[in-house]
């Protein structure tokens, strides 16, 4: 696997497909949120739980919205690290570098990981089943090193835990792939 590429989907209006979703949401969701500055982060938050990430058209739209300049949209959500700029993968994996597990041997999790998914922290492959996260503390310390799949937590691992991990995951969607593509037979 390797590096995540960006798609992008234009409509026959030359209007792209997210930018009128984003309109369309925004026209729902503002009722809930004031004009006012303060409404920033939360406008942010609720547009990445509704696309997964924050396109440039969500800020643009939040901006209008607020009748602030982009820039101060874009500021506020590169100052957070929980706000994402791609789509984020089928399968969100984070692993935690916090002291303890870094200790314990997280950062050999990371490599591992690295190695075997084809892609850096805060990278998704290019077939879109992973993304791979590091955080700066999980708050399981007991269980260090770990990692969070799809929200479970996976404790006390090793690299070759990791990778059977990763590697179940990849077996379940490729066995999922396979029996679609015969159903469609």
């Given at each position: 696997?390797?590096?995540?590429?960006?798609?992008?989907?234009?409509?026959?209006?030359?209007?792209?497909?997210?930018?009128?979703?984003?309109?369309?949401?925004?026209?729902?969701?503002?009722?809930?949120?004031?004009?006012?500055?303060?409404?920033?982060?939360?406008?942010?938050?609720?547009?990445?739980?509704?696309?997964?990430?924050?396109?440039?058209?969500?800020?643009?739209?939040?901006?209008?919205?607020?009748?602030?300049?982009?820039?101060?949209?874009?500021?506020?959500?590169?100052?957070?690290?929980?706000?994402?700029?791609?789509?984020?993968?089928?399968?969100?994996?984070?692993?935690?570098?916090?002291?303890?597990?870094?200790?314990?041997?997280?950062?050999?999790?990371?490599?591992?990981?690295?190695?075997?998914?084809?892609?850096?922290?805060?990278?998704?492959?290019?077939?879109?089943?992973?993304?791979?996260?590091?955080?700066?503390?999980?708050?399981?310390?007991?269980?260090a090193p770990l990692m969070v799949v799809d929200g479970k937590v996976h404790g006390r691992q090793t690299p070759a835990t990791a990778?059977?991990?990763?590697?179940?995951?990849?077996?379940?969607?490729?066995?999922?792939?396979?029996?679609?593509?015969?159903?469609?037979?």
């Open positions: 696997m390797t590096k995540h590429t960006k798609k992008s989907s234009r409509s026959s209006s030359g209007k792209s497909s997210i930018a009128q979703r984003v309109e369309q949401w925004l026209r729902i969701a503002g009722n809930s949120f004031s004009k006012a500055r303060e409404s920033i982060i939360p406008l942010l938050q609720a547009a990445q739980s509704e696309f997964g990430f924050l396109p440039n058209e969500v800020m643009e739209a939040i901006a209008r919205f607020l009748r602030v300049p982009p820039a101060q949209i874009q500021g506020v959500a590169s100052f957070y690290s929980q706000f994402r700029y791609e789509a984020p993968g089928k399968h969100r994996v984070t692993v935690c570098r916090g002291t303890a597990c870094h200790v314990r041997g997280s950062g050999r999790v990371v490599d591992e990981l690295t190695m075997w998914l084809g892609i850096k922290p805060q990278e998704t492959s290019t077939d879109g089943l992973f993304t791979l996260e590091t955080v700066a503390c999980v708050g399981s310390c007991a269980l990778r059977k991990t990763m590697e179940k995951i990849s077996m379940a969607e490729s066995e999922a792939n396979h029996g679609d593509k015969e159903d469609a037979v």
